[in-house]
């Protein structure tokens, strides 16, 4: 790597060119925390290196399940290689419970006051002003255009929705490790190609972390922010704190926890199950494909239901047979476990072999979903309930579907 002019050098960080990867960037942290638009500042050994560590896994962990960000790589301890954006000049802020400044701002609002949906709040960078509160109507009307994009109603919305699914997702992961993201910040810049990607940085400056949820138990900056009077013994507990933070962050990606059985009732629905699965893959889900008959076999088939069931492994049966489908009702009727019928289906019998699926016994709960993706996502969603990993990935698989939905309506609307 070739590195060259410093671009931009900030607070807590410095941004130099790579003259060999000129559409990236060298982010480099400094030793050192602000508070107060830079009003209080203090050199904090250390910083750049948990700051880089934390930074690194959140964006590994977002481009993981779907995020569009900026991040490439981790370069060393100290700096990480992004993708050079102009940045837009605007803080993102999602909140889920009251606190801080949102109470200051609005007397009368209880503290901890929970936001459902989330509170979105935008803030124009200006430490001089310190950072004013904009609507949506003054960010359109600014009509700012930041490399080349233009930042209107359309983009308005996509990062409202986007900081929306970046802070839920990692909600959830901070909950699978017992604690509360209370509110966090985000920033966003536009790629040398034109593409709008979460940017910045994401570590203990960004949030509000409480762990089991008790304000008394923070564990980021605003344990410095509230400090009247900073003792070097001050300074290393803020830093315990943010290297807690930094290896907690590392568990944000735990082993699968469940599996999707798909049961052909033949070998010739191979096809058919291959599509189901390739679906699955999508999504990371560890997925089997067993042949078994319950005409032919049923006994064999209870023994693959007791297999599984005796892993202990969260599992959802996907069971595919056409005309007469006894597979995935005996199945339904010999586990406790979820079963999904996806019947392929023939063009000379379609009707017929629906029936055979949605048709049941009484005391039985399996559904019936006719298309292989579906299915997927139908059992994806089932494990989602007790896996942080999948909700995050089915979540970012909406946002990316609807931002490009309203992408399409913004060219025909363009072009009209």
Known sequence: MKVGDLIIEGKTKQIFNI????????????????????????????????????????????????IKTHFINQHDEKSLVAKKCSMIPIEWVARRHATGSFLRRNPGVKEGYRFCPLK?????????????????????????VVGGLKIGKYEVKIMHKTTACIFEVLEK?????????????????????????????????????????????????????????????????????????A??????LPSAKGQVVILMGSASDKSHCAKIKE???????????????????????????????????PTVFIAVAGRSNGLGPVTSGNTIAPVINCPPISSNWASEDIWSSLRLPSGLGCTTILLPDGAAIAAAQILALNDHVIWSRLRARQLNVWVAMLQTDKDIVSEE
């Not at 982010?27 to 690194?56: C, N, W, Y």
């Not at 609507?135 to 009509?143: F, G, N, P, R, V």
């Not at 003792?231 to 507990?237: F, R």
């Not at 560890?286 to 088939?301: C, D, F, K």
């Open 19 to 66: 003259l060999n990867e000129p559409d990236n960037v060298l982010m480099i942290s400094k030793d050192r925390i602000t508070a107060g638009d830079g009003a209080k500042a203090h050199d904090m050994e250390g910083k750049s290196v948990i700051s880089t560590a934390t930074t690194a896994m959140i964006f590994k962990y977002l481009n993981e399940i779907g």
């Open 120 to 144: 979105l709040e935008t803030f124009y960078k200006d430490d001089a002003n310190h950072d004013p509160q904009w609507s949506d109507e003054q960010l359109i009307c600014a009509e700012l």
């Open 173 to 245: 992961a901070w909950a699978s490790l017992g604690c509360s993201l209370i509110d966090m910040k985000v920033e966003y810049g536009v790629t040398t190609n034109g593409e709008l990607v979460l940017g910045d940085v994401i570590d203990s400056d960004s949030w509000r972390l409480w762990p089991s949820g008790d304000k008394r138990l923070m564990v980021d900056k605003q344990v410095y922010r509230n400090l009247s009077t900073v003792t070097q013994e001050d300074l290393d507990k803020v830093k315990r704190n943010f290297q807690w933070v």
């Open 247 to 252: 290896e907690k962050v590392k568990e944000f």
């Open 279 to 313: 679906a699955c893959d999508k999504l990371k889900i560890p997925t089997i494909l067993r042949v078994m008959s319950a005409h032919r076999g049923p006994a064999a088939l209870l023994n693959i239901i007791s297999e599984f069931e005796g892993h202990g492994q």
